[in-house]
């Protein structure tokens, strides 16, 4: 089946600080999200981007399709954006839906 | 729209007992997805139904565990004998692959068998 990889596993900002998540996919897809799990648990969608780049206020995602991956930036971090952030990708319309194994990002203040 | 609701928010349980978990789609949503997240295995896919109908149940870890639709408003998620091991929250995921858009998850169940 489809490999879904994640990287960093684990990463620690200051607030103000910007990054990237990376998220590599062993085939190709049909569609890819990127979702928020908050310290409380919820899954929040943040972008549905099988391709091309998408911006919603600090966030911003780019998918390269054809070179397998997807990055996630997020600029000037809050605490608020503290949580594990999952890819999840799948090869056919309304299929198997499968999630990479997370970047867990801590915000301090 | 509500979004995807499932019941119990948690589920506290003895080890043998019999456990349903319930989840309600979106609305004209056909897809409908269970997982299950552990620290040690991340989220999983358990099952998927297109259209009511079951697709592949491989993610499904044992015959303890079954799933239905019986409409395309209900699911459950039912666990016979539950054991310590199947604690974990279990979220629903609803999308219109129809529409090729994207998936919505339900606030999950926190399941603990004891």
């Known amino acids: 089946g489809i490999q879904v990889e994640q990287s960093p596993p684990d990463l620690i900002l200051q607030e103000g600080a910007n990054s990237t998540l990376r998220c590599n996919f062993s085939?190709?897809?049909?569609?890819l999200q990127w979702f928020h799990q908050n310290p409380w648990g919820q899954l929040i969608n943040l972008f549905y981007?099988?391709?091309g780049t998408k911006q919603n206020g600090r966030l911003s995602a780019t998918t390269v399709a054809t070179e397998r991956y997807s990055l996630l930036y997020i600029s000037s971090s809050q605490t608020t954006d503290s949580g594990v952030y999952f890819c999840?990708?799948?090869?056919?319309?309304?299929?198997?839906?499968?999630f990479g194994p997370g970047t867990r990002l801590s915000v301090l203040p | 729209d509500a979004g995807v609701i499932q019941s119990p928010r948690h589920e506290v349980t003895e080890m043998g007992q019999e456990v349903t978990l319930r989840c309600k789609p979106i609305?004209?949503?056909?897809?409908l997805f269970w997982y299950r997240q552990t620290m040690m295995r991340g989220l999983e896919l358990l099952i998927y139904?297109?259209?009511?109908?079951?697709?592949?149940d491989s993610g499904m870890p044992e015959d303890r565990f079954s799933a239905k639709m019986p409409n395309a408003s209900f699911s459950t998620l039912k666990i016979q004998p539950s054991e310590p091991r199947d604690s974990a929250v279990y979220f629903c995921?609803?999308?219109?692959?129809?529409?090729?858009?994207?998936?919505?998850f339900g606030q999950g169940t926190r399941l603990t068998v004891v």
């Open positions: 995921a609803s999308r219109n692959s129809r529409a090729n858009t994207e998936a919505f």
């Open positions: 981007i099988p391709s």
């Open positions: 085939d190709s897809v049909n569609n």
């Open positions: 139904f297109n259209n009511n109908v079951p697709i592949d």
């Open positions: 609305s004209g949503h056909n897809s």
């Open positions: 999840a990708v799948d090869l056919d319309h309304g299929q198997n839906f499968v």
